[in-house]
Structure formats: C-alpha cells, structure tokens
C-alpha cells in the first residue's frame, strides 16, 4: 500500500544541511519500517495539523537517532 505524507515545515534548529538529510533519510526508513509493522487503517488517516509534544534531543544525539525516534513520536500522534 503506498503512503502519501506531507510534512509542510519542520524546524530542527541546529542541524547543518547535511545533517537534516541524514535525519531525513533515518526518519523515512523508520517510518517505512513501523508503518510495515502496524498499517494504518485500510480507509487512510487525514490528519491536516498534527501536533506532537516538544521534541528534545541531546548534544551528544546522532542526527540518525533522531530521525528514528521522531518517525515513532510522529505516527504516535496520527489518529487511528
């Protein structure tokens, strides 16, 4: 089944463009990897705003490890 998502802005302050494309790719892949796991529903999710709690990382947080757990944060927040 294909997933269309559209994310319009996400602001990660601190991170180079390199890094953002590191983040992104992680965050793509978990998100494929949880979404093969637990589909969503068969008639499809509309969620035209999606608010998730504050979203902490850590200096020391690959920009991998990011992307992963903000894949998890984001489809925890989708309505089912």
Known sequence: PAVSLNIGSLALPGYSAREGVRLAGAFER??????????????????????????????????????QRLARVILQGLPR
């Open 30 to 67: 978990e998100l494929g990897r949880l979404l093969e796991s637990a589909p969503l529903p068969a008639q499809g999710v509309n969620a035209p705003l999606l608010r998730i709690p504050r979203f902490r990382t850590s200096a020391n947080e690959s920009p991998e490890r990011t992307g």
